[in-house]
């Protein structure tokens, strides 16, 4: 069986495709958020909130990677970044599943907790304004619920872009 190297890995983190991927699973992710708060009525709580940040976050970060592909030590700062941003969305997705399984009692209210500089909340309210506590996600597909299906792809998420940092230390050419 052929196994994937990390030249060849190092290669897919510097083509577009890779950053064009990650753009369109952060904006289907978004579109799904949104179409179960206006046409489903379930409404985001504030963990759902910060999650949608950290998906515009690698959002932005793989648009400024198509914009500056050719200058390989900005590349290189933006897989370190996008690995923050991965580490942020497993982490409030963890936060999301733990509070709605009862792993731990959180403190979720209603205030989105942002900085006066950055009130997203109050800039764009139809995007990301708390409406609701944390308790529970809603079900989606296999009675799977939205906090089980956002840890896993965070995990994935954050895997693929560790794996492509660290190949990002790899020579340019194939051993």
């Not at 046409?39 to 963990?47: F, H, K, Y």
């Not at 403190?107 to 900085?115: F, I, K, Q, R």
């Not at 994935?156 to 940092?165: D, E, F, I, Q």
């Amino acid at each position: 069986m052929n196994r994937i190297s990390m030249y060849q890995i190092k290669k897919f983190g510097e083509r577009n495709l890779y950053w064009v991927t990650l753009i369109l699973i952060g904006l289907t992710m978004e579109a799904v958020g949104l179409y179960y708060q206006y046409v489903l009525d379930e409404w985001p709580c504030v963990l759902c909130i910060h999650i949608r940040i950290w998906i515009l976050g690698f959002i932005a970060v793989a648009f400024l990677a198509l914009l500056l592909n050719r200058f390989k030590p900005i590349i290189f700062a933006l897989h370190v970044l996008n690995s923050v941003m991965m580490i942020g969305f497993v982490e409030r997705s963890w936060q999301t599943l733990a509070i709605e399984r009862g792993w731990i009692f959180g403190d979720c209210n209603m205030d989105a907790g942002l900085p006066h500089w950055f009130q997203l909340d109050q800039w764009f309210p139809l995007v990301f304004e708390v409406k609701v506590a944390c308790g529970y996600t809603p079900f989606m597909l296999f009675n799977i619920s939205m906090a089980e299906i956002l840890m896993v792809i965070s995990a994935l998420l954050l895997g693929l872009s560790l794996t492509c940092l660290a190949a990002c230390f790899q020579r340019s050419h194939q051993p």
